[in-house]
């Protein structure tokens, strides 16, 4: 490799993306802070990542490295150990005759190279990588070698214990590797967006799954001699009784990664072969409260904004389990959220925090259910209430009540479409003149995978699809590749699609007339309503998401 004798300073200054007098005031700084230069130069706003890459391609023909498009064998990861690629912020990605090609953060850190030639014995080429792309793949890269070695360790040692083998004082012994292989599942199942880990017991091992943008993906199967200690190690962080097997429990516990706070909801459950445990994660630091980035469409917003801007009544939203129903109503308690208004909420669990908001959290152990809680709160002078979940004829019937009594009330239901939650109010006891006075809105919802913004690409509808969607003519939509950054499936992240039904005077009569349910849909449509499956067939249009998605997620909503 040739030898580069530029500092990253003087590089910028003569590409002219700083100036002299910036970079010596970024000098200032780096010598109180000790961060980076490049860092400083980001974080003070005086340039881009972008534009330090394409100075240092430029100026010194160094080669632009994307992590998220290859996948690196663990042989080469194995090159460089974790804690000098954590020091450098670095990673090993090819060997290509006799030199390491190695992405870096900084490819100016001549020490770094020096350091990795000698541990390495190999001729170092660099390569230059977002520096957030790098950390993450280190994340993920030595993540996933961290807990190979910790059930390698654990195999050596206990290679002929069998299931339900584990004394109390084995526990004591195996701690460390228990604690250090649970972190690093968690600290997988974070670095892979997931939104719950699965450990279920089999009989010869367990596997490990995350659910990732909805879909449960397998990602380990170990000795099932590792569970019971794993399974205590969680019971005990979640304040859960360790000597109980028979029947579920339920707890949480708080886990912290750099500067970021998760919430872990836990529920175990007894199986054929042992205990299942399931955990939900919630970022607490990052909860996103905001309808414009949820996905919801111009026309949607002002309907959801019209409802909820009624003095009372209630408003529903519905949807299958993890369909973001929770989040949806916490933006609508932050637009809502004003000094002059008493908000008290009753939840199971409380998942995310409000300033101005009385929040409340059930606890049947106690008898502290949704529907006496929910008496409660209409004795604490509340102008909006918003209760977690309605489960039950007693809960539904005191929310209508509330209602009728000028309070807004905010809730969630359990069906597949709007005009269904209807029919559901109904079954659960509710007379319909009562829901015609009260219902001011509903909005059924669905979560859909949208398309990885790495390996998405066009392509022309065919005939299946041109049916599925309603063409007459080939229109272009995109698909994804799959790629590492979305884990070879295609898609990254998920985004919202909403049926929003505004209850006016033609479907209140139609209600109080307990009419069948296609001829309310068909009258709420001609109020406005989009349905699940027509609003998951403009996110295809609008090169979001995929006809795969709409099959997946919106056929039998509006059957």
């Known amino acids: 490799m040739p030898k580069i004798n530029k500092r990253l300073g003087e590089i910028l200054v003569s590409s002219g993306v700083i100036t002299e007098e910036v970079l010596q005031n970024a000098l200032k700084l780096q010598k109180n802070t000790g961060n980076k230069l490049g860092e400083i130069l980001v974080k003070e706003g005086f340039t881009t990542e972008d534009q330090i890459i394409e100075a240092v391609k430029s100026q010194l023909g160094i080669q632009y490295m994307n992590l998220d498009t290859i996948n690196i064998s663990p042989e080469i990861i194995d090159i460089i150990p974790e804690s ?14 006799g030199q390491l090609i190695v992405a870096m953060a900084d490819p100016l850190n001549y020490y770094a190279l020096e350091e990795i030639r000698l541990h390495s014995g190999l001729l170092v080429k660099t390569t230059i990588s977002r520096r957030e792309s790098v950390l993450n793949n280190i994340e993920k890269y030595y993540g996933q070698r961290k807990a190979k070695e910790v059930i390698e360790d654990y195999a050596k040692t206990y290679a002929v214990r069998k299931k339900n083998t584990v004394t109390t004082a084995d526990e004591e012994e195996n701690n460390a590797p228990i604690i250090k292989f649970l972190n690093t599942i968690i600290e997988s199942a974070i670095y ?9 017991p089999e009989e010869f091992e367990f596997r490990v799954r995350f659910r990732i943008d909805g879909i449960l993906r397998e990602i380990m199967n170990s000795n099932i001699g590792m569970l019971d200690p794993i399974v205590s190690r969680i019971k005990i962080m979640s304040n859960l009784n360790i000597a109980e097997k028979r029947i579920p429990q339920d707890g949480r ?45 111009e026309a949607d917003m002002k309907k959801m904004k019209s409802i909820i801007a009624k003095p009372y009544g209630i408003i529903l939203v519905s949807g299958p389990t993890g369909s973001g ?21 009753i939840e199971d669990p409380v998942e995310y925090n409000f300033r101005g908001i009385n929040q409340m959290q059930i606890n049947p152990k106690v008898g502290f259910t949704f529907s006496n809680g929910l008496k409660s709160i209409l004795r604490q002078d509340p102008d909006i209430i918003m209760v977690g979940e309605i489960r039950d004829g007693e809960t539904a019937e005191i929310a209508v009540r509330a209602a009728l009594t000028g309070h807004l009330v905010l809730s969630t239901i359990h069906t597949n479409n709007a005009v269904g939650t209807i029919t559901r109010l109904e079954n659960m006891g509710i007379e319909p003149f009562l829901l015609s006075s009260t219902v001011v809105g509903v909005i059924a919802q669905r979560l859909v995978r949208k398309i990885c913004p790495n390996c998405g690409y066009e392509h022309q509808t065919d005939i299946r699809e041109m049916k599925l969607l309603g063409l007459q003519l080939p229109v272009t939509i ?26 006016n005077s033609d479907l209140r009569q139609l209600i109080d007339e307990r009419r069948p349910e296609r001829e309310i849909e068909d009258a709420a449509i001609m109020n406005g309503m989009t349905l699940l499956r027509e609003a998951c067939k403009r996110k295809i249009l609008s090169g979001i998401t995929t006809v795969e998605e709409l099959l ?4 039998g909503a509006n059957e």
């Open 84 to 97: 000098l690629a954590r020091k450098h912020e670095l990673l090993p990605v090819e060997v290509v005759n």
């Open 192 to 200: 892979y967006g997931a939104s719950d880990i699965h450990l279920e």
């Open 253 to 297: 516990f708080n886990y912290r990664v750099k500067d970021r706070n998760f919430d872990l909801r836990v529920s175990t459950a007894p199986t054929m072969w042992g205990e299942k445990i399931v955990m939900r994660l919630l970022d607490k630091s990052n909860f996103n409260m905001n309808l414009n980035t949820l996905g919801v469409e």
């Open 325 to 345: 129903k929770t989040t949806t109503l916490y933006s609508f308690l932050n637009i809502l959220n004003d000094e002059t208004k008493n908000i008290i909420t």
């Open 478 to 503: 995109r698909s994804g590749k799959g790629c590492s950054f979305c884990n070879n499936t295609g898609y990254k992240g998920r985004v919202g699609i909403y049926e929003v039904m505004s209850v």
């Open 552 to 555: 997946r997620v919106t056929y």
